[in-house]
């Protein structure tokens, strides 16, 4: 993103991996691989077929759902219909900075200015039909994701998801504006329930084995969302763990509960990782 800000085009594909064209997808592929043994191997195994209920059944769209080479698949064929072609075709063509990020079919494209995002946005649409895909409109939307003015301090302006991160528009401690990242909503409240989830059903485990599995979902959590402005929410999901493992740990006896001060000296004992920036500058 620009210093000041840009305008976002938050784009969503609908129903991706089930309407690639396998004709089309094959082309794309040909391009860049000479291999026909190879081309043969990814052919046979598009046609595959999938069994339901018994019955084998065939598609000429989509890739196998669960299989290794679907995510691979998927990725050839974006980078052809929509990365090479913004690169080539319309970045040239776009007034002051842009560019596009894209996660499977997760894709932000930034422009400088609200015209040429809609530009790119119609232009898209006519790429894609071309090769029998189409954009989710209820999930698309163009963001401006501009600085804010001298002197306002507070942000109204939209805030953009991606790949679990919520970025906005934040004040610095020298008063500026910088742009921070913290972590989506619901995937906090994903982690934390699957944290409660997991500690309600293994309460009855050893106690290494309950602080052992804990302690890797903590340091999971910290090395994907560990990035700077963001330790309001680690500590949040930090807090929420200590306490879950306290609340089924009084669940094993009814006889012997466990109370705060014996649970502060079995944490010294089993100490939880505690929250930390993984990443400072991204």
Known sequence: MAGNGCWILDLDLKGYFD??????????????????????????????????????????????????????????????????????????????RSSIVRFADDIRITCAKEEDARMVLAKLKERLAEYKLTINEQKTKLVCFLKPTAGQETCENSTVDFLGFTQYWGKTRAGGWTIKRRTMGTRLRRAKKRIW?????????????????????????????????????????????????????????SKHGLNWERYKKLLETYPLPTPRITVSWV
């Open 197 to 253: 989830q997991w500690s309600k059903e293994h309460f009855h485990a050893e106690l290494s084995v309950q602080h052992k599995v804990l302690s890797a979902k903590l340091r999971g959590h910290c090395n994907y969302y560990g990035v700077r402005c963001n330790f309001e929410q680690l500590q949040s999901i930090f807090d929420f763990t200590v306490k879950t493992w306290l609340r089924w740990l009084k669940r094993r006896s």
């Open 19 to 96: 309407s690639m064209d396998h004709r089309l997808l094959l082309e794309a592929i040909k391009k860049r691989v000479n291999g026909g043994g190879l081309l043969r191997l990814i052919e046979k195994r598009l046609k595959a077929g999938v069994v339901d209920q018994g019955k084998v059944e065939h598609d000429d769209t989509g890739t196998p759902q669960g299989s290794v080479v679907s995510p691979m698949l998927s990725n050839i064929f974006l980078h052809h219909v929509v990365d090479g072609w913004f690169e080539r075709e319309m970045k040239p063509r776009l007034a002051g």
